[in-house]
């Protein structure tokens, strides 16, 4: 739960001055120091909040500080600025009253902080949005730009603001914020030309040349030295905590923010930049002729500089500093300037154009936040205005400013302390008065139409005549001499003429908050503010648009021979409307407190509090409030809030409202010391009964908001119960539909299976019944047919015994008959006819056979395989025999014929035969060959000549062979000779012998299945032709070569051993030292000679041989 702080609970001292016991000053002061001294700044008087300056930061302006007093009573926390600000917010949209807040204390008081820091609560209380927060941003946004402008620091203040400023903000019926509207008093425009000792001049020169970029202050012709400028005190120009570059980049987005364009700013960035520069333009007397001295411009640079910034025709001005013409009703005179009337004219203009272009800002800040809808609105006013001053040195400024003090503390009495004493006695309440000072006689000696001193200033200034500062003393003198709040030297009271504190040119005035010497010099020149025709026509000459609009005087055609008012009298104009206007508004007041002079933290100066006290008639603020009663209101609005807290008032009250009032004070049983009935108006003493009656109301609001709540919730709960009913009756009328349509779907399809199943078995009953039908029809059938066919049968075989039995009668008769013949005949036939027939008959077939077989013989070719067929099957053997003789004899025939070579051809073929049929696949191709041994014709060629003759044998075979190369397996053609004794390999081209291996030395050949010509001739281990190793060989005749080979092996050997001819895919053959296997492998069949040897490594030598297609 929320930890509640009452203004009771945990206070410092007494957070309501109103409660201090006993209240003597000196209470009152050590109140307040003890409250400062725990950082509690703020101090009730009623409703009335004291703010003392703390002079440092402190942690109680958060959001959450926001939240913690928005929406709660005035007393019901510690007190704060932000519980004023809330009060006055929600009276402003509550009820619909305007408000004012006040906010008074001498310089450095706290006032300018004050009104921020209502502003930014006002800002975060009230609504949001979009459009609402660019207007509130728009407001806030306006201080820095006002600020850097119109504040300057003081000997009193860092920040001291440097005009008035009162600033209406205004709200739509729902508390929104719509714009605002601000107005200006008289901005201390004799800064811009002179500031005094300790003091600066306004912020915005020191921020520009601070904070602006070199290429914008180039543009501006301006240089970052603030020496440079005349206008520039420099015992100041750097304020501690004061940052000059960073507010002027602060400044600049802030003019963006409230809605300056980019041009506008540049313009008045110009204008700042045309002050400083009119500061530097300096005059030098030039003698007339007449003896008068003219003044000159003594470096033109500065001139020249700032006529380029404003668009100026150089000549024009030049001549308006040493010119002055005097418009009379009918004639121009124009009389010379003498250089002090030179430097006069420009710190004139200087200050002109300052404060207007100050004034202008405030236009256009006004113009960008003004409301924007024309509905009626709720108004809250925030005034700061500059503080009550006393000064070393006080001029006509500190008179004004605090003639406009004295206004605001006059407005106070009026308000809090005489109004209210008045309005007790008017409503008929007991009362006993109680005194305080007044201000009136104060305000009327400066603002009293005949005799004030205002009046008076104007009177002087308005004479014909010379007119001096001394003369306007003087005529004081004679006016305000009787007034007890005037002083000076030379009055005719002489009281002061021995006060040596009072110099012969001042004059002193009692004001309020204390006495203020005021130095005459200076007031009728600054009252009557004048600038010279000739400089506000220079000025409207400008091309530069905004100062043209600054001085709209200067327009040759709106020429205004009238003097304008007085700067006082416009004061005084402006002062009576503001205060006029405050008049209409609820006020609020936050009374400022100075802690010490030295604009430092934890400070507590007691005699200079205590001075602002008396000043500010704390003292009898609290008096009149302890006295009177905290709360008044007439009877109906009383009522009217307050009518529910009581069931006879409560909705209607007939009779008249004060009656209602005593019925409900009398209902709710409120003690009767606590208020008393006024004439038209209830006064309640208490702020606690308050409380406690917007305590019940605010209950009873809840209450009624509970009621209505429970209602609405009813309502709601009702017509969201029949919302759902109605919906679960459709939706259960769905579902019913939907459930009944899958049952009606399930019961449908079960019957549509039922229905099948009927359907199937009867008719599978039927199918059953048709069957057995048709299988009887079918076993009647079979049977029948049965039947048939045995009756056939039966038929069949009675038929064929019958025929048998005819038959059998028919041969019985034959053989009968035969008998009968063969008896007959018998003795006409010799015994062993029959086998001499049966040997005659076959002589004759033998006979008829060979004959035949003779002239059918096939041809006496050993291969023709004809052989006519036999003509009878008993002669088979014979037949077979025949033929097998026939190709005996045939064959002999044939080789009776051969001659010895063709018989040792025909031998080797069959040799080959023996070594490779059915194991070599490249046997076939070779029996066709014939075997011609000689293939190079080695005796008959030239070429071989040599090699023949180096041969002792006969050549057996010469043929070109490839000698495949150990290392690498590619072949280099060879001749291979074949003698009886060796295998001779000779180089083909040279006919070199390269090796001569005899036969004895050979051990094997080996050679692959396939349909290749590689083969090895393996030597005998430890033989002279083994030294280099195996030979591995290819030859296009191969199956000839290793024939004859076999063969002369074979006869060459001693021992009759056979060479021996392994048939084999992998095979060793030594090369050297090495034993390398030779592998055959098949590869893809191909045209031509596609064989390829490989060398795959130190062991391997890949043949590749292609499928023989
Ligand atoms: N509530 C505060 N918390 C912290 N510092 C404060 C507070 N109020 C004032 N100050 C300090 O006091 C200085 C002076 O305050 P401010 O400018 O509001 O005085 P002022 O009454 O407006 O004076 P002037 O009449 O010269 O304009 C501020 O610059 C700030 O440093
Ligand atoms: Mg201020």
């Not at 009944?740 to 078995?761: D, E, L």
């Not at 037949?879 to 003789?885: F, S």
């Amino acid at each position: 739960m929320e930890v509640k702080t009452s203004l009771l609970d945990n206070m410092i001292g007494v957070g309501d001055m109103v409660l201090l016991e006993p209240l003597t000053e000196d209470s009152f002061l050590e109140n307040l120091r003890k409250r400062f001294d725990h950082n509690e700044i703020y101090t009730y008087i009623g409703s009335v909040v004291i703010s003392v300056n703390p002079y440092r930061s402190l942690p109680i302006y958060s959001p959450e500080k926001v939240e913690e007093y928005r929406n709660r009573n005035f007393y019901e926390l510690s007190p704060h600025i932000y519980a004023l600000a809330d009060e006055a917010y929600r009276s402003l949209r509550d009820q619909d009253k305007d408000q004012c807040i006040l906010i008074t204390g001498e310089s450095g008081a706290g006032k300018t902080e004050a009104s921020k820091l209502v502003m930014s609560y006002v800002a975060a209380v009230c609504g949001k949005g979009q459009e609402v927060n660019k207007v509130k941003e728009q407001l806030l946004q306006s201080n820095p730009v006002l600020e850097a402008f119109g504040n300057a620091k003081t000997v009193r203040n860092d920040n001291s603001s440097r005009f008035g400023k009162y600033m209406d903000i205004e709200f739509d019926f729902k508390g929104d914020p719509l714009g605002g509207v601000i107005s200006n008093y008289l901005l201390e425009k004799s800064r811009v030309v002179k500031q005094p000792r300790g003091e600066r001049n306004f912020h915005i020169f020191y921020q520009l040349l601070s904070g602006a970029s070199d290429d914008t202050l180039k543009k501006l012709k301006l240089d970052r030295d603030f020496s440079k400028y005349n206008y520039l005190s420099l015992d100041s120009a750097v304020v501690n905590g004061l940052d000059d570059a960073t507010s002027f980049r602060t400044v600049k987005n802030a003019m963006q923010i409230v809605g300056f364009m980019e041009d506008e700013v540049q313009s008045v960035l110009e204008l700042v930049a045309a002050v400083l520069k009119l500061g530097n333009i300096e005059f030098k007397p030039e003698s007339r002729l007449n003896g008068t001295d003219e003044s000159r411009v003594k470096d033109k640079n500065d001139l020249k500089e700032m006529c380029e910034l404003l668009g100026i025709e150089q000549t024009v001005l030049e001549r308006a500093f040493s010119y002055r013409t005097v418009e009379a009703k009918v004639e121009k005179v124009s009389t010379t300037l003498n250089v002090a009337q030179a430097y006069y004219a420009r710190d004139a203009l200087a200050k002109n154009l300052y404060s207007r272009l100050f004034s202008w800002l405030v236009t256009r800040i006004n113009e960008s936040i003004k409301a924007q809808t024309k509905t009626r609105h709720k108004v809250m006013g925030v005034l700061d205005i500059y503080g009550f001053e006393i000064f070393e040195d006080n001029s006509f400024e500190q008179f004004i400013i605090n003639y406009c003090n004295e206004k605001l503390q006059q407005i106070f009495i009026e308000l809090t302390l005489r109004e209210e004493q008045e309005e007790y006695v008017r409503e008929g309440i007991e009362w006993t008065n109680i005194e305080y000072f007044n201000n009136a006689i104060i305000c009327d000696l400066i603002e009293n139409n005949q005799n004030g001193i205002m009046a008076m200033l104007d009177e002087e200034c308005l004479r014909p005549g010379t007119v001096t500062d001394e003369t306007f003393l003087d005529k004081l003198n004679t006016v305000c001499a009787e007034h007890q709040h005037f002083e000076s030297r030379l009055s005719k009271n002489s009281k002061f003429l021995n006060d040596h504190s009072l110099p012969h040119s001042c004059f002193r005035i009692q004001h309020y908050a204390g006495k203020v010497l005021y130095c005459v010099e200076g007031f009728v020149d600054k009252n009557n503010d004048l600038l010279y025709r000739d400089l506000s026509q220079a000025m409207y000459k400008a091309s530069h648009s905004l100062i043209k609009l600054l001085f709209p005087e200067g327009n040759p055609a709106k020429v205004n021979l009238k003097r304008p008012p007085t700067a006082g009298f416009q004061f005084k104009a402006s002062v009576g409307t503001l205060m006029r206007n405050l008049q209409t508004k609820n006020p609020n007041y936050i009374r400022c407190i100075k802690p010490n002079d030295k604009k430092a933290a934890h400070i507590f100066t007691e005699s200079l509090v205590c001075h602002q006290v008396n000043y500010l008639g704390l003292m009898e603020n609290v008096r009149v409030r302890r006295a009177g009663y905290a709360f008044r209101q007439a009877y109906e609005p009383c009522l009217e809030r307050y009518k529910m807290l009581c069931k006879r008032t409560w909705p209607h009250w007939r009779a008249p409202a004060r009656e209602g009032v005593e019925v409900l004070m009398a209902d709710l049983q409120v003690p009767t010391e606590e208020f008393s009935y006024g004439r038209s108006k209830i006064f309640i003493r208490n702020p606690r009964t308050l409380f406690f009656l917007e305590e019940r109301r605010r209950q009873c609001l809840e209450d009624l908001a509970t009621l209505i709540q429970k209602i609405y919730r009813g309502w709601k709960c009702r017509t969201h119960f029949l919302l759902l009913k109605k919906s679960q009756i459709v939706i259960a009328a769905w579902y019913r539909r939907y459930a009944q349509q899958k049952k009606y779907h399930k019961i449908k399809s079960a019957t549509t299976i039922v229905q099948s199943y009927t359907r199937g078995w009867q008719a599978r009953k039927l199918l059953r019944e048709l069957k057995h039908q048709k299988r009887c029809e079918e076993a009647a059938t079979t049977i029948a047919a049965y039947w048939h066919g045995t009756q056939a049968r039966r038929e069949l075989r009675r038929l064929k015994e019958e025929a048998r039995r005819k038959h059998a009668v028919a041969v019985i008769w034959a053989c009968w008959q035969g008998l009968k013949v063969r008896r007959e005949y018998r003795k006409f036939f010799r015994a062993n006819a029959g086998k001499k027939i049966y040997n005659f008959t076959i002589q004759r077939i033998m006979q008829k056979y060979f004959f035949g077989l003779k002239k059918t013989l096939p041809s006496m070719s050993p291969i023709d395989k004809n052989w006519p067929a036999r003509p009878y099957r008993f002669l088979d053997g014979a037949h077979t025999e025949l033929k097998r003789l026939f190709h005996l004899w045939r064959c002999k025939k044939y080789r009776s014929q051969f001659t010895e070579e063709k018989k040792a051809v025909y031998e080797e073929k069959l040799e080959a035969s023996e070594l490779f049929k059915d194991k070599k696949s490249l046997y076939p191709s070779s029996v066709s060959q014939p075997f011609k041994g000689d293939y190079l014709e080695i005796s008959k060629n030239p070429k071989y000549q040599k090699l023949n003759s180096s041969v002792e044998e006969k050549v057996l075979l010469a043929d070109v062979v490839n000698k495949i190369n150990r290392a690498n397996g590619k072949g280099a053609t060879r001749i291979l000779l074949l003698t009886k004794k060796n295998v001779v390999l000779a180089d083909q081209k040279t006919g070199q012998v390269k090796a001569s291996v005899a036969l004895p030395d050979l051990t094997s050949v080996s050679v692959s299945t396939q349909n290749d010509g590689f083969f090895a001739l393996k030597l005998k281990e430890g033989s002279a032709s083994a030294v280099k190793g195996d030979f591995l060989l290819s030859s296009e005749h191969l199956i000839e070569t290793i024939t004859k080979l076999h063969h002369i092996g074979s006869t060459a050997s001693d021992d009759g051993e056979q060479l021996n001819v392994d048939i084999t895919d992998e095979f060793l053959v030594q090369f050297k030292q090495d034993k390398v296997c030779v592998k055959f492998i098949q590869g893809a069949p191909k045209n031509g000679n596609g064989v390829s040897c490989k060398r795959k490594n130190n062991r391997l030598l890949e043949v590749s041989v292609p499928a023989s297609a």
